[in-house]
C-alpha cells in the first residue's frame, strides 16, 4: 500500500506513524518544512503555550515507547500529583494522585515526534503543497501537488489522509471531483490568546502545570480570577498564557499582561511578580470551534481519512486538540488492524474518530455555551446538561473522588458521560448539600 499524508504537523506525523505499521511507503507531504522556527508559517498557533492532557501523553508514548524519556533529556518536566494544578473560579481542585502532564512547548513535542517518525524506514517527507485528490472506481487513486519550485505532480496514492489542519481545502477538492463536500459545523467562540515566555528560576519548585477558568460560581466570567495557565518548560522559562473573549482579549503589550496575570491565580502571580518576562506575548484570535461532518456523507471516495484538526478544531482553552489528534491515530490504527481494504471507504473510521470528537465537542461547547457571549445554537437539553455540569463542577472543587472523574473527563481518559452516572450524581448532591457554596447568579 502507498499512503500519502496531506499535512506533516501534529496529526500528519502521527498519521504516518500508524500508517507505517500497514504500508509500504509512506510520503508526507508538508510544505513548511522550518521546523526550526518556533513558529511555521503553516502552523502559526505553534508559538502558543499547549498542554498536552494525561490521554495524550498516555497514546503518544504508547505509539512512540520512550519519547517522555528523550522529551525529559531535552528540558521538559514530568508533573505528577501536586505538581499538576488545576483551578476554577479561583480554587484550586483536589489532586488527582494518577494524572501526569508534561511541561515542555509545542514546538520540542513537535520536533522529537518528527525526529522518531521520520527516521522509521518506510516515510519520507516531501517539500510539496497538496492541490487536489484524483477519484476513480469510487476511490482515491492519486494526489496533485506543487513543488516549492512551481512543478506540478501526479502522486499515485492507495490511501490518502488529511491532516491540513483547519483551513483544509479538502471539502472544495472532493467537490471538484465530482463528490458531496461535508457539512461545516460552527460555534462563534471570538477567543483571544496571548503566551509571553519568563525566566523560571528557583521559584514554585512543586508546580509544572496551573491552570485556571471562571466557572459556574462567576458565570463563566474573569470577575473572581483571570482565565490563564502556566507551564514549565525546556530551558529554564515558564510559557504562560493568557485568554479572553470578543473585546477582553489579552494583548501584545507587556506591561498590560504583566497586570493581567496579577489578577490570575497564586502561581501565575507569583511569576508576575518574581520573574522576568523572555520573551514578550504573541497573541492569537480563534473565531469559531469547527468539526466537518464526513459521518454523514451519502457518498465518500475509499482510500481516505481525515485527523486532527481537519477532522474537528475545538475551543483550545480545555487543550484538547493534541489529544484528539492522538486519539483519531488509534482510531485508525484500529481501523486498518481490522483488516479494512483500504481502497473501500473508510466508514470504520470515520465512526470511531467521530465518537471522540463527539466527546471533545459536548465538553468543550457545553462551556462555551455557557460564555454570554456565545449564542448558540444550543442542543436539545441544554439547560438541563448546563445545569448538571454545573453541580457536578462545584462538586469536584469540594470533593477528590468526584474531582477524579471530573479530572479523567478533562483529561479525555473518560466520555463525559460518566458524570451522569447515579453514583456521581447522588455524591454531587450530597457534596453539595453539606458544603455552604456560592450558587451560580
Ligand atoms: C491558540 C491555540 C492554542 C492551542 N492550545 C492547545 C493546547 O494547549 N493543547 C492542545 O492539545 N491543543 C491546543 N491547540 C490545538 C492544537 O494546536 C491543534 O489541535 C493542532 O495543531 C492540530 O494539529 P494538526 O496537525 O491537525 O494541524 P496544524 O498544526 O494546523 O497543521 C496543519 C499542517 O498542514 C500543512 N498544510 C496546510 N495546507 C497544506 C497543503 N495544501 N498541503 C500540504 N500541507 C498543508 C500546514 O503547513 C501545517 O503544517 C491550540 C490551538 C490554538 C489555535
Avoid at 501534529?10 to 500508524?18: D, E, N, Q, S
Avoid at 531535552?74 to 494544578?85: D, F, N, Y
Avoid at 491515530?329 to 463527539?358: E, I, K, M, N
Wanted: aromatic fraction near 6%; charge should be positive; glycine fraction near 8%.
Amino acid at each position: 500500500m502507498r499512503a500519502i499524508v496531506l499535512g506533516g504537523s501534529f496529526a500528519g506525523l502521527l498519521a504516518a506513524r500508524v500508517l507505517h505499521d500497514f504500508a509500504d511507503e509512506v510520503t508526507i507531504l508538508e510544505p513548511d518544512n522550518e521546523q526550526e522556527h518556533r513558529t511555521r508559517s503553516g502552523a502559526p498557533h505553534r508559538d502558543q503555550l499547549h498542554a498536552l492532557l494525561a490521554m495524550g501523553h498516555d497514546q503518544l508514548e504508547r505509539f512512540l515507547p520512550g519519547l517522555t524519556e528523550e522529551l525529559v533529556d531535552a528540558g521538559a518536566h514530568l508533573g505528577h500529583g501536586e505538581q499538576v494544578q488545576f483551578y476554577i473560579d479561583g480554587k484550586r481542585r483536589p489532586t488527582v494522585p494518577g494524572i501526569r502532564m508534561i511541561g515542555a512547548s509545542r514546538a520540542l513535542i513537535e520536533a522529537h515526534v518528527r525526529r522518531r517518525v521520520l527516521a522509521l524506514p518506510r516515510v519520507q517527507v516531501l517539500p510539496h503543497r497538496a492541490t487536489g485528490v484524483r477519484t476513480h472506481a469510487g476511490r482515491v487513486y492519486a494526489i496533485t501537488s506543487v513543488t516549492p519550485g512551481g512543478d506540478c505532480h501526479e502522486l499515485p496514492a492507495d490511501f490518502a489522509v488529511d491532516a491540513m489542519g483547519r483551513s483544509s481545502r479538502l471539502g472544495r477538492w472532493l467537490e471538484a471531483a465530482g463528490w458531496p463536500a461535508p457539512r461545516i459545523e460552527r460555534l462563534r467562540i471570538e477567543l483571544g490568546y496571548a503566551t509571553a515566555r519568563f525566566h523560571r528560576g528557583h521559584e514554585l519548585p512543586d508546580t509544572v502545570v496551573a491552570h485556571s477558568t471562571p466557572g459556574p460560581a462567576s458565570n463563566y466570567l474573569p470577575s473572581v480570577c483571570e482565565p490563564g495557565a502556566l507551564t514549565a518548560v525546556e530551558g529554564a522559562r515558564w510559557d504562560v498564557v493568557l485568554a479572553g473573549y470578543t473585546g477582553y482579549r489579552p494583548t501584545s503589550d507587556p506591561a498590560a499582561f504583566v497586570n493581567r496575570m496579577r489578577r490570575c491565580v497564586a502561581p501565575i502571580q507569583q511569576v508576575a511578580d518574581l520573574c522576568a518576562m523572555e520573551a514578550e506575548p504573541t497573541t492569537f484570535h480563534v473565531r469559531d470551534s469547527r468539526r466537518r461532518h464526513f459521518r454523514e456523507l451519502p457518498r465518500l471516495p475509499g482510500g481516505l481519512a481525515v485527523l486532527g484538526d481537519a477532522l474537528a478544531s475545538v475551543n483550545p482553552v480545555y487543550g484538547q486538540g493534541l489529544t484528539l489528534a492522538t486519539l483519531q491515530a488509534s482510531a485508525l490504527h484500529r481501523h486498518l488492524r481490522c483488516g479494512a481494504s483500504p481502497h473501500l471507504p473508510a466508514t470504520g473510521y470515520f465512526r470511531r474518530a467521530g465518537a471522540v470528537v463527539d466527546a471533545a465537542w459536548q465538553l468543550s461547547t457545553t462551556a462555551d455555551l455557557a460564555q454570554p457571549h456565545v449564542t448558540g445554537p444550543y442542543p436539545f437539553g441544554y439547560p438541563l446538561v448546563r445545569w448538571a455540569a454545573d453541580r457536578v463542577t462545584q462538586a469536584s472543587i469540594l470533593d477528590a473522588e468526584i474531582n477524579a472523574a471530573f479530572s479523567d473527563v478533562l483529561h479525555m481518559r473518560q466520555h463525559p458521560r460518566v458524570l451522569t452516572r447515579p453514583r456521581v450524581l447522588l455524591r454531587t448532591a450530597r457534596t453539595l448539600a453539606t458544603h455552604k457554596i456560592t450558587r451560580p447568579t
